[in-house]
C-alpha cells in the first residue's frame, strides 16, 4: 500500500530547516509562512541550546534501494521511498523524563479530524504511555494560528470513540476544555514545556 | 565535508531489517552473520512485544534533493544524501525514564577506538545527561563477540582524555572495568535493560 506523505501532501525538501537563525529572522514575530514543524524545530533548538529540554525531531524514514559511490565524492542514493514512520516525529528528554508527541496541523475551523493521525502512532502512544512516559500532541488550526497541547490518553478516548462508530473529528469544544491553549510566543515560539510543567510534577 | 556512514562502511540497504521473525531464525541460537544492530532491533522488538521497554532506532538521516511523483504509484526519491545524525541511533522510554544509546563494533581485540564516535554524537551525550537522562554506548568486539554496555559518563571522560592528547582508544581493561558485560541471549538477544535495572532503581 503506498501512503500519502505527510497528511497526503507532496514532500518538499526543507532545505532550509536545518539552517541557523538568521539575524533578521531571529527579530520576526509573526507567524505567517512558519509551518508548524519550523515552530517547533526552533522551539526545541531553543530548549537545546539553553539546557531547557533535549527533544528532537525524527529523520524523515526513507527506504533505501539503490545507491551509488561515484569516485571520490559523496555517496549518491538514487532510488528510495518514503516509508511510513513507526512512531511519532519528536521525542526526548525532560528532567529525566521520557516526552514524546506529534505536532499536526488542520484547515478546520470548529473541529480537528482525526484522519491526521495513523493508527501506528495511536499504538506507539499506547506504548509509551504503557512505560510512563509523557505523551501528547500539538495541534494547530492553521486560520487562526491557535496551538493546542493534547495530552495522549484524551487523543486515545477520542480515536476509541471513531473505532466505535463515533466522530470522526475532536470537536473545538473537547479541544478547549481537555486541551491546553500554548500561546504563541517569540522566543520559544511554542512553549509547550511550559505546559508540561503545569501538568507533571517534575524535579 | 562527506563523511562515512556508518564507521566508514558503505550503506547496504536492510531490506530484511523490517521483517518479522521467521520461525527457523527464531530457533537459530548462534550470533553468526548477526549484525549489533540486527541484534538489537531484535532485542528492540522483544521488548516492544513484551511490553518491557518502548525503544526504537532512528531512521537514518538522509537530505532530499529531488522527488519524482510518478502518475497512480508512490513518490520516488531520485536523489538524496546521507545526512551526519546530530544523535545517537536509539532512544526510548523505559519506567518513564528516558533511555538513549548508541552502537558500535569493532574488529580489535585488544581496545576500543574512540573513533567510531563523533564530536556531535558526544555532544548528544552531554545534553542528555544534563537532562538526566539514561545514556550509554553498546560496544561489540566482533571476533569475540562480546558486548559491553559503557555508561556515557565513562565515554566522555575517555573522549576528554584523547582531546586532552591521550590515547585514542578505550582499553579492554578499562572497558571490563568500568562497563557491564551482556552475555549474548536467545530472547532477547542483547538483553541490556537487565544492566538498566541493575544499575538504576526505577520503579
New interface residues.
Given amino acids: 500500500m503506498?501512503f500519502h506523505?505527510p497528511n497526503g501532501r507532496?514532500?518538499t525538501?526543507s532545505v532550509n530547516s536545518a539552517k541557523k537563525l538568521t539575524p533578521e529572522k531571529k527579530w520576526t514575530y509573526s507567524n505567517r509562512g512558519m509551518t508548524l514543524e519550523e515552530d517547533i524545530n526552533e522551539t526545541n533548538e531553543f530548549y537545546?541550546e539553553h539546557?531547557i529540554?533535549?527533544i528532537?525531531k525524527?529523520?524523515?524514514?526513507?527506504?533505501?534501494?539503490q545507491?551509488d559511490?561515484p569516485k571520490r565524492?559523496?555517496?549518491?542514493?538514487?532510488?528510495?521511498?518514503?516509508?511510513q514512520?513507526?512512531?511519532t516525529d519528536y521525542?526526548?528528554?525532560?528532567?529525566?523524563?521520557?516526552?514524546?508527541f506529534e505536532a499536526k496541523e488542520t484547515q478546520n475551523m470548529t473541529s480537528f479530524p482525526l484522519k491526521n493521525f495513523h493508527e501506528h502512532q495511536v499504538k506507539?502512544m499506547e506504548?509509551?504511555l504503557?512505560?510512563?512516559?509523557i505523551c501528547f500532541v500539538l495541534l494547530r488550526f492553521s486560520a487562526t494560528e491557535e496551538v493546542f497541547l493534547l495530552e495522549a490518553h484524551h487523543l486515545l478516548s477520542y480515536w476509541e470513540r471513531m473505532k466505535n462508530g463515533g466522530r470522526k473529528s475532536i470537536t473545538m469544544e473537547e479541544i478547549e476544555e481537555n486541551g491546553h491553549h500554548i500561546p504563541l510566543g517569540f522566543q520559544p515560539r511554542i512553549d509547550y514545556i511550559k505546559i508540561i510543567d503545569y501538568l507533571y510534577t517534575l524535579k
Fill in positions: 503506498n506523505y507532496r514532500y525538501p537545546l539546557g529540554a533535549t528532537h525524527k529523520p524523515t524514514p526513507v527506504q533505501i534501494v545507491v559511490y565524492s559523496a555517496a549518491v542514493i538514487k532510488e528510495a521511498y518514503f516509508k514512520a513507526s512512531t521525542n526526548g528528554v525532560y528532567k529525566g523524563r521520557y516526552i514524546d506507539h506504548k509509551v504503557a512505560q510512563k512516559g
